[in-house]
């Protein structure tokens, strides 16, 4: 492999030609879906994250976006803006469900409504593209993996790190057995941004359907239109789970699949309201220790909104050397009595520890696999498994954090 800069420029280039090979489509043909056929595609909650994900999927060939629904007017037409100019626009989502002529939708609804509409889509016949974390609740878990494979849908989770060439790099290593005995992994996501910060949006009620996006929230609960917490739903326990269920998943994600974790046995955790008193239900500052005793295994998290240090960041450390990876570089540094040698494959010139990077394109990469796997019917890089077993950690770690004690897992 090249060296210095050129190495760089080598694997800028390799990053990129990943990406141009999901743009110019896939020629395997699956039950419904001919290699030149397209694929009728729609977007359920259009919001930021859902929007970048359309952005996505329209450059890959033979995707058409031919649907949008959002029960917000603003997001329905920011939606559509990016969809086909033909593309229909609606408020309930049963509506995309009901036609014959949508394939697959991409789901970016809050927490507390990925599992209900993964579970409608797949029951409609539609594959499912849905974001993390996969469940709102443990409860979940199982009803939507059920889902998934009754109706042998193809269901990718938003976790795209796993789609990631540097990951995937880091698998090999782990596999073959570079890092030596590995028993502890350190995972950070650490940013210095005042999300707290309330700022008046002055939303018209009347441009959102409150109750379809209280709908899977228990009826014994009223909530009266709450223009921040319907902006600023992850920080509330009722809809989302704060940092360990935004954030952690994606980390964990990838420490279960290069050491087939599995759920945790145990979760301490601690969080604090340093900044976000009064406005959050979830802490603004994380730690939590995770035990895989059958694995011989910890695995430790640290989130905040206070500092920056550490970014965004997993290592995985053995007796033989630690594996560093973050979304645009992968570093291996050998122990002082180890024979191994230093490597890295840096993709991207962004800082370590970004939360984004130019390159390599996860969305694109990531919702390429998942048509990929639409035509060919094989299984996605995220199924519904995996999305069910890196929520599961989030939420042990969050039922610690809530009862101020150790928590175990009952699975």
Request: aromatic content about 8%; glycine content about 8%; proline content about 5%.
């Amino acid at each position: 492999m090249p060296a210095g800069t050129d190495r760089r420029q080598f694997l800028q280039e390799a990053a990129a030609a990943m990406s141009a090979a999901v743009i110019s489509g896939y020629t395997a043909t699956a039950r419904g879906y001919m290699a030149n056929e397209t694929l009728n595609v729609a977007a359920i909650g259009t919001g930021g994250r859902c929007r970048q994900l359309m952005k996505a999927a329209a450059k890959i060939q033979g995707v058409r976006l031919a649907a949008v629904c959002d029960i917000w007017d603003t997001n329905l037409e920011l939606g559509k803006n990016l969809a086909d100019e033909k593309a229909v626009a609606v408020k309930d989502f049963r509506r995309v469900l009901d036609r014959q002529d949508i394939d697959a939708v991409i789901i970016g609804a809050p927490d507390h409504q990925h599992v209900p509409l993964t579970i409608a889509a797949c029951q409609a016949g539609k594959d499912v593209y849905v974001e993390k974390p996969l469940t709102h609740e443990p409860s979940e878990g199982q009803a939507v993996i059920d889902a998934q494979n009754h109706h042998k849908r193809i269901v990718q989770v938003g976790t795209q790190q796993r789609s990631m060439p540097q990951y995937q790099k880091g698998l090999e290593l782990v596999k073959a057995g570079a890092l030596g005995d590995i028993h502890k992994v350190h995972m950070t996501w650490n940013r210095n941004q005042p999300r707290h910060k309330i700022t008046k949006l002055n939303i018209d009620p009347k441009t959102v359907d409150w109750e379809a996006f209280l709908a899977p929230v228990p009826t014994t609960r009223h909530i009266p239109f709450d223009e921040y917490k319907f902006r600023n739903w992850r920080w509330f326990w009722t809809f989302g789970g704060g940092i360990f269920t935004d954030l952690m998943v994606h980390q964990i994600d990838i420490a279960n699949w290069l050491l087939d974790l599995g759920a945790p046995a145990t979760a301490a955790s601690i969080g604090d309201q340093f900044t976000t008193a009064g406005v959050w239900e979830t802490p603004d500052t994380v730690q939590t220790l995770m035990s895989y005793p059958d694995r011989k295994v910890q695995a430790y998290f640290e989130g905040t909104f206070c500092n920056q240090h550490n970014k965004a960041m997993i290592e995985i450390m053995g007796s033989e050397g630690t594996l560093y990876m973050d979304r645009g570089r992968m570093e291996f540094h050998p122990e002082p009595k180890s024979q191994q040698k230093a490597s890295e494959l840096v993709i991207a010139p962004e800082p370590r520890g970004s939360d984004f990077f130019s390159q390599p394109d996860g969305e694109l990469l990531h919702v390429g696999n998942w048509v990929e796997c639409v035509r060919s019917r094989q299984t996605p890089r995220c199924p519904a498994e995996v999305g069910v077993t890196a929520a599961n950690a989030a939420h042990l770690a969050n039922r610690s954090l809530r009862s101020g004690q150790i928590a175990r897992w009952q699975g």
